[in-house]
């Protein structure tokens, strides 16, 4: 099951694929931040996350259920515990 940026890494063949999947691991962690900080309007938060899927879809078009259940399921639980329900 793929559930840690390890277990995403671990599908990524090269180095460069690596790196890329640091870059999705580091964009996902300033959203996470973004949600967190209360200053932050949602849509801005919205625009981080759809510019983030399509960038791991231009990336890693085969792993977009992977994307989405390690990331967008975090972005939705932090969501709901810091801002309420998910619009």
Known sequence: MVETLEDFLRFSESDQERQKAMEIQQDAQAICLMILNHT????????????????????????????????????????????????
């Not at 231009?58 to 989405?68: G, V």
């Open 40 to 87: 932050c309007d949602d849509v801005d938060i919205e625009i981080a996350r759809e510019r983030l899927r399509e960038k791991v879809e231009s990336l890693f078009p085969h792993q977009m259920q992977t994307y989405e259940m390690i990331y967008e399921s975090r972005f939705k639980r932090l969501w709901e515990q810091f801002r309420g329900k998910e619009s």
